[in-house]
C-alpha cells in the first residue's frame, strides 16, 4: 500500500490512472484466494505432512496472486503528465514502447517510479511527420505516449496560456456537486479563483479531471470534474494568456 499510493500513484493518480482499482483488486484476490483455497482442501483427517503440504501450496499461489497484482500496478502506473494539443494527458508505464525511449530527450529516456514526469509534447517538423501522428493516432497512440515527440514542458509555456481557461468560468457552468469539489481545490491552492486556469486532465481510465495552473503556468491543484464543458467556449480563454502567447 505504501509503495503503490506513496510512489507509483501519488494523489490524484490514484484515481486518475486506476492505482485504487488495482490495489482492491490485488487484496480483494489474496483475501479470497486464501481462505477459498483452505475451506476447499481442509480436512482434519490429513497427516500434520499433508495440511504443511497444503499450506505450502496455498502459499504459493497467494504470493503468484501478489506478485501478479504487484507487476500489473508497476505497468498501469503513471510515468508521464504530458502537455498535448489542448490538455494535459497522464500516460502510464504499459502506454510506452520501451524501444522508443532512446529517442526521447536524454533527461526523459528512463520511467519514472515517483510520480508522473511533467513533459510537453512538440509539434510535427513536416507534412511526413504529421501524417505519421495522424496514422499512429488512428490507432490508438498519441504523441504523449511517444517518447520521440516529448520535449522540455518549458517549450510548451505559450500553448498553454493559449489554451488554459479561466477557473472562475469553469465554476460558472458547472453542476453545484462539481463547484464544491471545484472550490475544495481552490482553497487547497491557497490563491484567488481569479488567478487560477485550467486544463482538461485525461487519462485511459477517465477524462472527467482538471489541471489547476496559476502564472507561470505552475500546476497548483486538480479537481475531478469535466474540463471539456466549455472547451468549444472561446469566449472562455484568457485574453491576457493568448496575447501572452502571440
Known amino acids: 500500500m505504501g509503495v503503490i499510493f506513496g510512489l507509483w500513484f501519488p494523489y490524484p493518480y490514484r484515481e486518475i490512472s486506476g492505482g485504487s482499482q488495482i490495489f482492491l483488486m ?9 481462505p477459498t483455497l483452505i475451506a476447499i482442501i481442509a480436512n482434519p483427517k490429513k ?4 495440511l504443511i503440504a497444503d499450506f505450502f501450496f496455498i502459499g504459493a499461489i497467494q504470493l503468484a496472486a501478489l506478485g501478479y497484482g504487484i507487476f500489473s500496478a508497476a505497468e498501469a502506473r503513471p510515468v508521464v503528465l504530458a502537455f498535448e ?9 504499459s502506454e510506452i514502447d520501451p524501444k522508443e525511449l532512446v529517442e526521447a530527450p536524454m533527461n526523459m529516456r528512463s520511467l519514472s517510479w515517483k510520480g508522473p514526469q511533467l513533459v510537453g509534447t512538440r509539434k510535427p517538423s513536416n507534412s511526413d511527420e504529421m501524417l505519421d501522428a495522424l496514422d499512429h493516432s488512428l490507432q490508438g497512440l498519441e504523441p504523449s505516449a511517444r517518447p520521440s515527440w516529448w520535449q522540455d514542458v518549458s517549450n510548451n509555456a505559450p500553448d498553454i496560456r493559449l489554451r488554459a481557461k479561466k477557473v472562475s468560468d469553469l ?4 453542476s453545484p ?25 485525461t487519462s485511459r481510465w477517465t477524462k472527467e479531471w482538471v489541471v489547476l ?3 507561470p503556468m505552475n500546476i497548483v491543484g486538480y479537481a475531478s470534474v469535466d474540463g471539456f464543458s466549455t472547451s468549444a467556449q472561446s469566449a472562455h480563454k484568457n485574453p491576457e494568456a493568448i496575447k501572452a502567447a502571440k
Open 26 to 34: 490485488v487484496i480483494g484476490v489474496d483475501a479470497i484466494c486464501g
Open 47 to 50: 497427516s500434520k505432512r499433508e
Open 85 to 93: 494539443v489542448d490538455r494535459m494527458v497522464a500516460v502510464s508505464a
Open 171 to 174: 465554476v460558472a457552468v458547472s
Open 177 to 201: 456537486e462539481s463547484q464544491i469539489l471545484l472550490n475544495n481545490a481552490i482553497e487547497k491552492s491557497g490563491l484567488p479563483v481569479g488567478g487560477l486556469f485550467y486544463l482538461p486532465l
Open 213 to 215: 495552473f496559476a502564472e
